[in-house]
Structures are given as structure tokens and as C-alpha cells.
């Protein structure tokens, strides 16, 4: 199955001479998503991860059954605010601002080895964020994991010597 027949380009989205790429289609397709999961799931069949931390929002649609494939459990990467627990926190620069992304302070473990997963790998700042709260609490990042990446954007740049693996990209 070509999953690039299930990604709608939509041209000038969210601002002008921008060409979003639309996961709507895959996800509307059971056969597409069923192929994106395997695909996504692949290259950590033979070393699984014990965890996989889960980057909101659309990175939870792929790492619940990624984790069902890998038979690890998910921890949640959230906005502030969202979590119901005690959480840590690391803060990130935009292009424009700052950001913050909280995970439950109990959530991994010192040495839990972890995949980070999200549906787009595009700039890296949300990823790496991800990371430095995956080792602040101790666990050890074995790489990321996406539906989608876009290497004209040089997202794994920001992710130093982090393996990254990709179903699609452009």
C-alpha cells in the first residue's frame, strides 16, 4: 500500500505558501492506518522500548497501537494544565515565543528505555523538548518515531544523535 496516496495537500494552510500535509485520509482509512502502524513499529520490533512517550496530540492516535504492537505502555506528553498529577515540565523556544510541555512527574523510570512518538517530524522543537523531559526523570530516549517527516525542514537537527525513523517523508 502507498501510503502517500492517503496525505492531502492542502495549499496555503494554516497561512499563505504553506502546503499542509493532511493525515485525515490515512486516518479515515482503516487499511491505511493498520499499514502506518506496522510501518511505524517496525524498526523496534527486535529491541523493543518499555515505554513510548506520547507527544499531544495527533501522536496519540499512532502510539497507543504502537505500544498494543510492541507490548509497552504509553506516557503522555501534554500541554500545561492538562495532566491531573504532579508533573514536570520543560519549557522550549518557537520561532515566535516559548512553549511548555508537562509529562506525570511518576510517569518514567530512572534507565525505562523510551520511543517518542508523533505524527510529524518538522522543525524538531517539540521532539527535543520531549526528550530533555524523558531524561530529567532519568529514562533513556532510543529514538522517534513518526508517520510523517519532512526533511526539508531539518527537524532531526535539533535531535543530536537520536535515531529517527519515518513511514513517509518528503
Known sequence: MNLFDHIRDVPDFPKPGIVFKDISPLLASREATQE???????????DPPEAILAVEARGFLFAVPMAQELGCGVVLVRKPGKLPAATTAVEYALEYGNDMLEMHADALTKG???????DV?????????????????????????????????NGRSKLGNLPVSAAITY
Open 36 to 46: 502506518a502502524i506496522r510501518a511505524m513499529a517496525e524498526p523496534y520490533r527486535a
Open 121 to 153: 517530524l518538522a522543525t524538531g522543537g517539540t521532539v527535543a523538548a520531549c526528550a530533555d523531559l524523558a531524561r530529567q526523570a532519568g529514562a533513556e530516549v532510543t529514538a522517534a518515531a513518526f508517520l510523517v517527516e519532512l526533511t526539508f525542514l
Open 112 to 118: 525505562q528505555k523510551v520511543l517518542i512518538v508523533d
